[in-house]
């Protein structure tokens, strides 16, 4: 067991692997933790009601998102496990009121802007955890990862000889791509800016000019290249996919759909259409949670480590 010098009151809050693993480890690093969720704690003394556990603790840890409505925090119960399920818990109420006035410190995954001014304003230290380009990095793998199983679970092909659009090259599409090569499947990256299409084309990838308006010639020649592929992926938040594409696209491929609202595809033209998007969010944590949590961990501890709180 890691002991630190100084212990800590901890609340991590929210309710599946990712905050469990974060527990776990923060636990065994010595600290004293506060949760709101049977499934995180290990035994009767961490389990406490979100307020108590905020207003005990010195650092609170919200989970990725923080909040999936804005307003309520993010409570995902695992499988099977009952205890994991908590009644709706405004993110609002937990720091309207900071008592005692001493230095608290939350960190959390995609914090909504109001919320932060309201911490902020109650005196609480804040950071989004989740704008850290270290952790985003880590993410992408099991993003790629968990966007290939989920591809190959709809699939009924191997890798091999099969092929792929990527709409997008940045951090998730890279390594996407690469690891569609190692399985001897084709990819084709889609992108807009000409250094990152010289940059796939360097790793020996097809490329495909994407253009900023859609004209009839253009989606012809794009619906042409799409409807050679088995999966499309998208990584990309922006409709590039549209209606005029979708309409030349006489196959039926997997859309996979990686990016966050509006995402990449036309989704009420795919209806229109017939087409089927499979919507994958939130991979690393649904994939490999284990890993996101330690991803998540390591960053909350050098966050610290940074504002001079060696965790």
Do not use: W
């Amino acid at each position: 067991m890691e002991i630190t010098e100084k212990k800590y009151n901890i609340a991590v809050l929210g309710g599946d692997i990712r905050q469990k693993t974060v527990t776990q480890i923060l636990r065994n690093r010595g600290h004293i933790i506060k949760t709101c969720n049977k499934f995180c704690a290990a035994n009767e003394e961490e389990f406490t009601g979100a307020a108590e556990a905020v207003k005990s603790s010195q650092i609170i840890i919200l989970p990725l998102p923080a909040t999936g409505d804005n307003v309520h925090l993010t409570c995902a119960p695992v499988s099977g496990n009952r205890e994991c399920e908590q009644p709706d818990i405004s993110i609002y109420d937990l720091i309207r009121n900071n008592c005692n006035n001493e230095k608290k410190y939350i960190l959390g995954g995609k914090l909504p802007a109001l919320f932060s001014g309201i911490a902020e304003k109650n005196g609480y230290d804040v950071t989004d955890y989740f704008l850290s380009e270290t952790l985003q990095l880590k993410n992408a793998l099991p993003t790629a990862e968990g966007a290939l199983m989920t591809c190959m679970e709809n699939l009924r092909k191997t890798i091999r000889g099969s092929r792929f659009a990527i709409l997008g090259y940045g951090r998730i599409g890279k390594i996407l791509a690469g690891i569609i090569k190692n399985l001897g499947g084709q990819a084709t990256i889609f992108a807009r800016r000409d250094e990152t299409l010289e940059s796939a084309a360097d790793m020996g990838f097809c490329t495909f000019k994407l253009q900023p308006k859609e004209n009839l010639s253009y989606c012809r020649e794009f619906a042409s290249v799409l409807n050679g592929c088995d999966a499309i992926f998208n990584t990309v938040p922006s409709i590039i996919v549209g209606r005029a594409t979708l309409e030349h696209i006489e196959r039926r491929p997997i859309f996979i759909e990686l990016a966050s609202a509006p995402g990449g595809f036309d989704t009420e033209a795919a209806r229109d259409t017939g087409h089927k998007i499979i919507f994958a969010p939130s991979l690393p944590g649904r994939y490999a949670p284990e890993s996101a949590g330690q991803y998540i961990s390591d960053e909350v501890i050098y966050i610290m480590s940074q504002k001079g709180i060696f965790l």
